[in-house]
């Protein structure tokens, strides 16, 4: 049986989030990736294969080097999940900001 990631454990490290945002610039090797880092190549490339896993990197060979870009069907797929939820909480917090605007403040004189 094949476990697979879950997309939501891996944007929540730090790291990942990180390399995310780096080729969602332009693509890169996982040598320029690690660049960016004080952790070990080592370290950098389990970052790498878990994105990966989790489809939200895609790797494509060019000669000899191996370049890592983002997934946008992938990232799209994230944030189609997330958006009710923006929805919600954006109406909460503009009803909330209704009620304080007609809240009574008291003066102090």
Not at 85 to 94: A, G, I, T
């Amino acid at each position: 049986m094949e476990l697979r990631r879950d997309v939501f454990q891996a944007i929540a490290d730090p790291t990942r989030r990180a390399i995310i945002s780096l080729v969602a610039v332009h693509a890169m090797t996982p040598t320029a990736i690690a660049g960016n880092f004080d952790s070990s190549r080592q370290t950098v490339s389990k970052h790498i294969q878990i994105l990966t896993e989790c489809q939200i990197l895609k790797q494509k060979q060019n000669g000899r080097e191996i370049y890592y870009h983002l997934n946008p069907q992938k990232i799209k797929e994230i944030a189609d999940f997330i958006e009710p939820f923006r929805k919600l909480w954006d109406d909460r917090f503009n009803k909330l900001e209704e009620i304080m605007k007609n809240y009574p403040t008291k003066n102090k004189e």
